[in-house]
């Protein structure tokens, strides 16, 4: 208790001007951000507004994760940033996928924590981010699904049961699935689909090719399934998708 008044007093001296957050600029190989309730940048260092693919933190400031990235991880972003502040729990080590292009099969390690007011209300989240690959790979859950997710991304397109899955991760079905659960806050089909979606959306976009052969190439069983699942995640069709892209191309 001595310590803990100690170092509150010490930190009610230290000025208001942010400077603390000049620290995160000297970490490279992270990716730090401040959200306000509405999900809006408040804060990012530069490995964080590279993400974002601007040239200043100021151009960030005051957009959300829809401003940037793809549809289906800016809503995962966001779910994350939701549970965090409505639970007013940190969440610790969650995989994700990489702020990225849709189809990166690139992972993300997140850490996220509740910001308060003087008051104790929940005002926003801070967060930072590093690339698996710029990881210690220690962890052997870590490799364990860093294998089965380079897996799906490469192999989408491929007939594959969770079974398949389980077995790659040298787990029982049971195991493979709550971990991988617990993880990625998906089902281990869940995050399949979303593979599946993500690689309709740039065939969609940049090819002229029908739904159904489409759906053929990326692993659904017909048109109707991948326009069910497409519009659940989405919440377009896939022609409606198509001709969205095509008007913003456009401009």
């Excluded at 170092?7 to 230290?14: E, N, P, S, V, Y």
């Excluded at 040239?55 to 957009?63: I, K």
């Excluded at 981010?129 to 089965?148: E, G, K």
Aim: aromatic fraction near 10%; charged fraction near 25%.
């Amino acid at each position: 208790m001595k310590d803990t008044r100690l170092r509150d007093r010490f930190l009610r001296q230290i000025t208001h001007d942010h400077q603390w957050l000049q620290l995160f600029e000297l970490l490279p190989d992270v990716s730090f951000f401040i959200k306000d309730r509405q999900g809006r940048f408040m804060a990012l260092n530069r490995q964080g507004y590279e993400y974002c693919g601007v040239a200043a933190e100021a151009d960030a400031l005051g957009m959300t994760d829809h401003d940037f990235f793809p549809k289906q991880r800016a809503d995962l972003y966001v779910a994350g940033d939701l549970a965090c502040m409505d639970s007013g729990e940190p969440i610790y080590n969650r995989l994700e996928s990489a702020p990225e292009s849709e189809g990166s099969p690139r992972l993300v390690v997140t850490s996220k924590l509740p910001l308060r007011d003087k008051r104790g209300q929940v005002i926003g989240v801070a967060g930072f981010s590093h690339r698996i690959d710029q990881l210690q790979r220690s962890i052997n859950s870590v490799d364990t699904f860093v294998q089965v997710v380079t897996f799906l991304h490469a192999e989408y397109h491929q007939p594959i049961t969770t079974v398949q899955m389980a077995r790659m991760a040298k787990l029982s079905v049971s195991q493979f699935e709550r971990r991988f659960c617990h993880a990625f806050g998906a089902s281990p089909r869940q995050y399949l689909l979303r593979i599946r979606v993500e690689a309709a959306s740039r065939l969609l976009a940049d090819t002229s090719r029908t739904v159904a052969a489409i759906a053929h190439a990326t692993g659904f069983h017909d048109h109707a399934h991948l326009s069910r699942s497409f519009r659940r995640l989405m919440n377009v069709t896939p022609s409606e998708y198509r001709k969205q892209h095509a008007l913003l191309t456009s401009r």
